[in-house]
């Protein structure tokens, strides 16, 4: 596995908070102690091994062999392994995420342990190693288990190869890691180019907090249907399962703690969704009305829909390029009792989708590097590359000026980005601005809710930066003239 740095990858783009949400939230803050450490090392090493090869880390983990030997994808290498049960898929998760985050610092590791890199053995050394440094207390049932694992590889050709390079690395732990401290990506578990963009864009106290708050577990934000329980009332029936939470928005709980969707109180009947403080912005943003035409142009997997769609009555086209994604948004517009047209379409090739009615409302949650929800996808930070910021802005301004062709004068586009880069926010909205004269960009403090209530959120003109309370995001509403 080497470097990831210089493995083949393929580009991510935005992912959804709301969807990230679940992902992150669902997973425990330490090993069950119903899983299987074993099964769970293998199971997060097969994961690591797919995200060296380019793939979301996400993705990966829905490719693990289930219970029942079936696998969304096949992971690589994943033939005759033992198939993770539920528990040891959610502690694989866990290893995996947290490997993920200092993904850097595992390569170096391995890189100074291992011989020569071996494509079978990698990703569960990493995987090991991680679990080492967050637990030494733990070490000798990491190694043991770890070298159980390494038994179902090539028919346990490599236990010596783990066991021995866990054991060097117990060892030498501390002069290893002193010795890896003073390289600043290393330290910061980022890339150094990322690290240089958010510190040209960003002062040193906020380039700091935003490159350690990327570190950090996300927050669990409940979004309340309001459409079907009042949120001081659902507040109550979450004291009540003894869920602590505490409102922090006009529609939002956030949670003491993490925990699996399935024990919130009339999750399944629709009463909450999971969605990220700072994602919850945008339907209040937007102010659509009852009565009105709006689109959601980049709309799966849904939260931004069904949270526009919980506000107001309004005539909903929700588009995604990508039709298996679509059904997410339905799944989740059904759960909530809400309805909408969705259809998978470009959102720039008018010709494909638009009947040439305009919108009074337009919602463009545009493909960006998710740079500001890195905590809830950390794998992001190894696949992206310098270059992916060009492509992402082309296609960004791509977008702008094709939907700003289907709103109704006097109508509203709310441009958003989960990413907290110049590059796809301010700058490219001053640069629309300058080549449309029909804009109008309605000032920032439309952040603010409705009602004077103090639930504020701290942003610099549109640019949440990611907090303790949310992620980050950028939100810029034009009106046109």
């Known amino acids: 596995m080497g470097d990831f740095s210089r493995q083949p990858r393929r580009m991510r ?3 959804s908070t709301s ?16 899983a299987n450490l074993a099964h769970a090392l293998d199971a997060a090493g097969l994961a690591l091994n797919c995200v060296a090869q380019g793939q979301a880390l996400d993705e990966a983990l829905r490719g693990l062999p289930s219970a029942t030997g079936t696998a969304d994808r096949a992971a690589p290498s994943a033939a005759d392994r033992a198939a993770p049960s539920a528990a040891d898929r959610a502690a694989a998760q866990d290893i995996a995420y947290t490997a993920c985050r200092r993904l850097n610092l595992l390569d170096a590791l391995a890189q100074r342990l291992l011989a020569k890199p071996n494509p079978a053995l990698d990703g569960l050394v990493r995987a090991a190693l991680s679990e080492l440094i967050d637990h030494p207390e733990r070490a000798h049932a990491i190694v043991d288990q770890a070298v159980t694992a390494a038994a179902q590889v090539k028919r346990g050709a490599f236990k010596g190869v783990i066991n021995a390079v866990l054991r060097r690395f117990q060892r030498e732990r501390e002069a290893l890691l002193a010795g890896l401290a003073s390289d600043e990506a290393i330290r910061l578990q980022y ?44 507040a109550a029936q979450l004291a009540g399962a003894g869920i602590a939470a505490e409102r922090t928005g006009e529609d939002a709980l956030l949670l003491a703690r993490p925990l699996p969707v399935a024990r919130l109180p009339g999750f399944a009947q629709g009463l909450v969704s999971v969605q990220d403080l700072g994602a919850q912005a945008a339907a209040r943003l937007l102010d659509a009305r009852d009565g009105m ?10 939260g931004k829909t069904a949270h526009i769609l919980e506000l107001a009555g309004c005539g909903m086209l929700a588009l995604d390029r990508d039709a298996q994604r679509l059904g997410a948004v339905r799944d989740n517009l059904a759960r909530l009792g809400l309805s909408a047209t969705c259809a998978a379409a470009d959102a720039a090739r008018l010709e494909d989708w638009w009947d040439g009615e305009p919108f009074d409302r337009v919602l463009l949650d545009a493909p960006c590097t998710a740079s500001g929800i890195i905590r809830r996808h950390p794998d992001g930070k190894w696949l992206k590359r310098p270059a992916d910021l060009a492509q992402l802005a082309a296609q960004q301004r791509r977008l702008l000026d094709a939907l700003w062709q289907v709103l109704r004068p006097g109508g509203k586009l709310l441009y958003a980005t989960c990413s907290v880069f110049p590059e796809e926010n301010a700058a490219q909205v001053q640069a629309f601005l300058s080549a449309h004269a029909q804009a109008g960009h309605l000032e920032p ?17 549109g640019q949440l930066l990611p907090s303790a309370r949310h992620d980050g995001f950028y939100y810029a509403l034009l009106q046109k003239r």
């Not at 969807?19 to 119903?34: G, M, N």
């Open 293 to 302: 035409r709006v689109l959601d142009a980049c709309a799966a997997p849904g």
């Open 19 to 34: 969807t990230a949400l679940t992902h992150v939230s669902d997973r425990p803050a330490s090993t069950p102690s119903s």
């Open 445 to 461: 403090n439309l952040l603010a809710p409705e009602n004077n209530t103090p639930y504020l959120l701290d942003h610099r003109d």
């Open 13 to 15: 783009q935005s992912a």
């Open 191 to 234: 890339p150094a180019w990322w690290i240089a963009r958010v510190r040209a864009a960003y002062a040193a106290p906020e380039a700091d907090a935003i490159l350690e708050a990327g570190n950090q577990r996300p927050p669990m934000t409940l979004r309340v249907n309001r459409r079907r329980v009042g949120v001081d009332d659902y």
